[in-house]
Structure formats: C-alpha cells, structure tokens
C-alpha cells in the first residue's frame, strides 16, 4: 500500500541548497588518510558489487531484512527523500549535486545552524562518526496540535560532486545510540550520473523499478531483523 506526503510534512527545508561554486581548490589528503580503508557511503564507482540494494535513482540502499522505506515528495510529485525506519531510529537522506572542487557540508552546518536556531530549537556541533556533526533539539508539532522537541542529528558527507545529507531521529539521535542506523548510512551509495545539475540541486529520486525479496542471500548482516525491506510511498 502506498501513502503520499505533501511537502510541507518533510521533515526539513527541501528547496535546493544554495552554494557558491566559485571556490576552486580542496584540502591535500594525506598519505596516512589515503592509507585507510574505505567505507561507505558510497559512490557508484567505488561501491562493492556483492551487496543487495533497493534502487531508488540517485540513491541504492542497503536491503536489508526488516527496513520499511519511506518516500517523502514535493508538492509536484517529485520523489525528494527517503526515509529508512529502523528499529527505533528514522534515517532521512537527501541528496544533492555539489561543486567538482568543493565539498558542501561547512556550508550547510551553517545554514542549519542558522534555520534551527531561528526557529527556537537549539544545536551543537560536534564531531561524531561521520566527522562534523549538529546535534539539535528541534521544536515538532504533534497531530494533535501539541508542541513538543525532538533530539535530531545532522550529518553530512561530501562526495564527488555530490552532497549527502543524513537526518537521524529516534534512537539515532544520540551518538551510538544505534549502530544499526550508522552501519545503514555507511552501505549508502550515490548514483550521480552525468546529467547537468547546478550546485546544491537535489539529485533526482524515484519509486524502485521492482519489489525487492524479503530474504536476500548475502545481504550485509546489519542486524537481526525478522520482516523483509518494505517501501512505502507517503501520502
């Protein structure tokens, strides 16, 4: 069964990112960091064969047993985010194009610092899995009408020439609080593609082309879940 929501219901601001383009050089990775093995998110070029996905366009997440998708859209009926639910944890990811010689996430951190601050919530940075990070109490609006705070993470990942952006809730929002919801994020992969995009664009997303099997051999064992990927589209 599928279910819509309207724009206004996402959780956070999905209109395009605004970012200058004109900075032209990046920080020199050092051997010790170059050194290191590699994990995800992904991009496309680097991402491993071996591991179920749930293709959504611009973005192929992990399929693994027991996640229910969730599809957010605009008010055109653009697909704009996908939420994973997870245990107790929601994950909400966007992505978006970013500058060939520039990542986005300082600028961003700014911006959200700003848009949650502004709007009475409060935020800090600090550095977690991910690097850099805002952990922030943002003020909700229950169905009922009632005003509550919800404890919110923000993290980001510069990739080439693409910008994730990870909304972490429920038990997720506190660092480590849970593992399954980061291993999650870090078996993302970020399909760019060829297609011109200016800078903080959001990368398009859609509907799976195919359901995706409840139990999949070789699935990633992210956690013991007992029901298979499901995908919603929110009304």
Not at 102 to 112: A, D, K, P
Not at 227 to 235: K, M, N, S, V
Request: glycine content about 8%.
């Amino acid at each position: 069964m599928f279910r819509r929501k309207r724009d206004e219901e996402v959780s956070n601001d999905a209109t395009p990112l605004e970012v200058d383009p004109a900075a032209d050089s990046v920080p020199d990775q050092s051997a010790a960091e170059a050194s290191l093995p590699k994990s995800g998110p992904w991009d496309l070029s680097e991402a491993p064969t071996d591991r179920p996905r749930i293709d959504l366009g611009a973005l192929l997440l992990p399929a693994i047993d027991g996640v229910e998708i969730q599809l957010q859209v605009d008010g055109s009926g653009a697909v704009i985010a996908a939420t994973a639910m997870l245990n107790e944890s929601s994950v909400q990811l966007m992505a978006f194009a970013a500058p060939r010689s520039e990542g986005m996430w300082e600028q961003v951190r700014r911006e959200l610092r700003g848009a949650i601050a502004s709007s009475g919530g409060l935020v800090d940075e600090a550095d977690g899995p991910f690097g850099a990070e805002l952990r922030a109490t943002v003020p909700m609006q229950e169905p009922d009408g009632s005003a509550v705070r919800q404890p919110t993470r923000f993290v980001g990942i510069d990739g080439p020439r693409w910008f994730l952006r990870a909304m972490l809730s429920g038990a997720a929002s506190a660092p480590g609080g849970d593992e399954v919801a980061e291993a999650f994020i870090r078996e993302v992969v970020v399909v760019r593609g060829t297609q011109a995009h200016a800078p903080g664009d959001a990368l398009p997303l859609r509907l799976p082309t195919e359901a995706v099997a409840p139990t999949i051999p070789g699935r990633p064992p992210l956690a013991p879940f007992q029901r298979g990927p499901e995908i919603t589209e929110i009304r």
